[in-house]
């Protein structure tokens, strides 16, 4: 006898899930992106205060059943605004002036549970979020250097390689999500 297993689940994040989110995002940090830097993880040193009851925002989770229970998988998130115009040439920042930009950030997948569609479901469900919040456009970027990261977003539906920044000091490419893709 085969015991069914769980599929993973997307859904908004708790508050009991954030203890879960920091670890899990902390250890990104280290592991695979250069370390916490302030200017741009502050995020994740208030996620309620940035993601539960915002208005604009979102935290998504991925759990999955684990040999001891429950487990996340990994996170992404939307927030309001384009890219930081501290870090952009003035032309990207100035596409997106005037404009009701949603950002998917945060689509960070433990190595565990990589290769089984759960950074898609994540990603998939944020934009969703954003294009029903009324995000026109919806961008995100990625550090290229972090391994499957451009190889992901540029497979991923509807998503437009707007801005390759390398070699800035993270690797950044930029995109925008089309929502005739997603089926919005």
Known sequence: MTLAVAPPVVRA??????PAVALHMRGMLERELGGYDARLHADVDD???????????????????????????????????????????????GRYAGR??????????????????????????????????GYDPICLHTNASVP???AF??????????HDARPDPWSTVHFEIDPAALGA
Not at 62 to 72: F, I, K, N, Q, T
Not at 153 to 162: D, K
């Open 153 to 162: 977003w540029t497979s991923f539906p509807g998503a437009t390689l707007i």
């Open 47 to 93: 996620l309620a205060g940035t993601y539960l009851g915002a208005a604009g925002t979102r935290l998504f989770v991925c759990r999955v059943e684990g040999p001891d229970g429950p487990a996340l998988a990994g996170t992404a998130s939307v927030r309001a605004g384009g890219p930081k115009p501290q870090f952009v040439p003035p032309w990207l920042t």
């Open 13 to 18: 994040a708790r508050r009991e899930d954030l």
């Open 100 to 133: 009701r930009v949603g950002q998917i950030c945060r689509v960070w997948v433990d190595p565990a549970h990589r290769r089984l569609g759960v950074g898609r479901m994540l990603a998939v469900e944020a934009a969703r979020w954003a294009l029903a919040d």
């Open 148 to 150: 499957g990261a451009l």
